[in-house]
């Protein structure tokens, strides 16, 4: 989370840092700022809010200078205040430092500081790390002296840079555990939490390790160990690049991506047949295989469950990733995870995934973002091929993960070439599903906004996507919603309905249909609001969403599509902002 970008070259920084910062603000965006060096001297710019209302109120794009390193910040210590907001600074006003990632110990390193006489002017974490530059600084040593210096005493994860008014040619930028990029170009030098931060002139990449820092100056990138020592590594082409994604006329990115479902279809199924063949094999031989996400990857996860047990004939668990180390005890080389996050660097699934390794289990990961920290340590990676996923809900990841699933399951029976068939016809009842609905829901979120409690409710392959309704309907329309397999809803949940509670019943007409209803019916009887997601109507439904009838291994990727459009509609029609929803980030680095 948080995301970080500096930029060291001949152009004036801010504005250079600003469009970064733009790029990378699905990371956080609680508030922002700016610092950069100008004529000797550190200035900088930050407050709270969106990064175009922050810019608007103090002109974060318009600070003067070629240096600059600029914050885009998702809270974890601390409020969402303007002294919280990074840049933070030592004492002295000299030194400016951006960080993404977590400082375990900063509660102990704080009150060293105070104690030793700093002023500390934030509730964060991040803040020792200016001072504690600070005071080696003061010892006579350089900027970059100082980093390697506080280096070790920072426990936790970090990527952060720094920059000094008393040496304001360079950015010093270390990392641990948090993602940091270099990118090289004619126009200067940059370092950032994601690559896709750099502007499209950015050609190539240093890869920077854990342990490892850079110095960016006006001549160059210059990596070191942590003893200080020059590193040479090889440049590496930056060929994978999103480019500026934009709304296309929506009025929010998660409209737009729920549209764009139906090509996401095709281009999710458009793998290589033989890497498929081989994890499949690796599937079926290992001795367990388990499937490790956080949210909806996890739901995604769980359809794959039941794709590889039905089609495959091969049972595998879901481990929720932030549980996974749990259950670490039990992996071993006989061991398949696969890894499935749409950013490939959320934490709790990296850490789980290097524990694996670790273990020696192989590791296939299924990745939407190029260039993550997962695809670095995975055996095999399957991307999704979906484009940039700018909402900071997931809609057409989803989707593309089923496909992803649908396919593996397949290749399990050696018929890789029928499913893709298969998928081929469906990408046209995902239109249908969109056209026949998206009217409609808009009428019935108008009808259901005041509502406080939604259930959602399904059977077998569906179950996951009962559970992902709810998710989207919570985070973006901040509603309580809760997902979970029909036959549960008679062990507890049915105690909460109450007359006109709504409660979604997904009900294809398939060998659930008759088992689904029946719950549906339980609910109806104690008053419950019926909205059907069903090919077949019924008089129990209070409102009918009709989906296109499509083979049953198929349903899932049908079903969701409406559940998404309620929650963005429940999200507009209540006044929320889909995209950017309240202490909510895309990309999720902290444990
Ligand atoms: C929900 C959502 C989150 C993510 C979760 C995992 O709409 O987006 O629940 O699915 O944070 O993220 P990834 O897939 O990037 O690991």
New binding site residues.
Partial sequence: MCGIIGYCGREIAAPIVFQGLKRVEYRGYDSAGIATLSDRSLLVKKGVGKLDEVNSQKGLDAIPGNIGIGHTRWATHGGVTEPNAHPHCDCSGEVAVIHNGIIENYQELREQLISNGHRIASETDTEVIPHLIEDEMKKGNSLKAAVLAIAPRLEGYYAFLAISSREPDKIVGARKGSPLAVGISDQGFFAASDALAFPDYVTELLPLDDHEMVVLTHHGAELFDAAGNRLQRDKRRLTSRWGEANKQGYRFFMLKEIMEQPRVVEDAAAQNKELFTDIALDILRAGQVIIT?????RYAALVGRYLFSKVGRKFCDVVMASEFHYFADSVDKDTVVLA????GE?AD?IEGVKEAKAAGAKIVSIINRPMSLLEDISNHVIYLNCGPELC???TK?FLSQLVVFYLLSFSMINAFDKAVNNLKRISSEVSKTIDWNNDKIERLSHELKTKNDFYYIARGINFAIASEGA??AK?ISYIHAEGMPAGELKHGTLALIEPLTPVAVICPDDYTYNETLSNAIEAKARGAYIVAISDRDNEIYDFWIEIPKVDELLYPLITVIPLQLLAYHLAVSRGYDPDRPRNLA???TVK
């Avoid at 996400?293 to 990857?297: E, F, Q």
């Avoid at 499935?340 to 950013?343: C, K, L, M």
């Fill in positions: 996400a956080c949210g909806t990857s499935v996050s749409q950013s959320t699934v900071v809900a997931a990841s998710l989207k985070e895309k990309s999720v």
